[in-house]
């Protein structure tokens, strides 16, 4: 039964419509996308944390 199960499961998979596949392409791309702004926020925040605390080294000189 769980092989059939698979199976089924397969071919569900194999059968998906132009626009599904259309559709699921769009949303691995939207996390795609959403990952990589999340690192380049995180970088930028990294280096403006970096540079208040360059110029306060500065400034306390």
Known sequence: MATNLNNYSKEIQN???WDEKIIKAQL???IIDIQK???LEQ???K???NSK???Q????M
Do not use: G, I, P, T
């Not at 080294?57 to 306390?60: P, R």
């Open 57 to 60: 080294s500065l400034s306390d």
């Open 37 to 39: 702004k999340a690192d």
């Open 47 to 49: 280096a403006f944390e």
């Open 15 to 17: 059968n998906l419509s």
């Open 28 to 30: 691995e791309q939207w």
């Open 43 to 45: 970088r930028l925040q």
């Open 53 to 55: 605390s360059h110029v």
